[in-house]
Nanobody, 123 residues
Framework: QVQLVESGGGLVQAGDSLRLSCAASGRTFSSYVMGWFRQAPGKEREFVSTIRWSSGSAYYADSVKGRFTISRDNAKNTVYLQMNSLKPEDTAVYYC????????????????WGQGTQVTVSS
């Protein structure tokens, strides 16, 4: 079984930066695709970014391109989401997820999820 634990959320002002971490345990993740999703109150869970563990190939939602960067540290079994130029509309609970198939923007395709970490961006 795979376990994912997010951390790094907090309360920041618009324009600030934040780095989220997702620590993975339970298996070797070389064949996995890792994803970040977010969910604001009253809204559906939406795609933010994915990265293939083996190659580092990354994809981003249009809403975060140029501002967010996903990366991974193989030695630490950790995936990061560097969030720059934060906007109030980025406010949400951010979730880390994992799957063994192809990269996907659909939350239903992911097999494992973390508990989420709250990001709040004030005006």
């Amino acid at each position: 079984q795979v376990q994912l634990v997010e951390s790094g959320g907090g309360l920041v002002q618009a324009g600030d930066s934040l780095r989220l971490s997702c620590a993975a345990s339970g298996r070797t993740f070389s064949s996995y695709v890792m994803g970040w999703f977010r969910q604001a109150p009253g809204k559906e869970r939406e795609f933010v970014s994915t990265i293939r563990w083996s190659s580092g190939s990354a994809y981003y939602a249009d809403s975060v391109k140029g501002r967010f960067t996903i990366s991974r540290d193989n030695a630490k079994n950790t995936v990061y989401l560097q969030m720059n130029s934060l906007k109030p509309e980025d406010t949400a609970v951010y979730y880390c997820a994992a799957r063994t198939g192809a990269s996907s923007e659909f939350a239903a395709h992911y097999d494992y999820w973390g508990q989420g970490t709250q990001v709040t961006v004030s005006s």
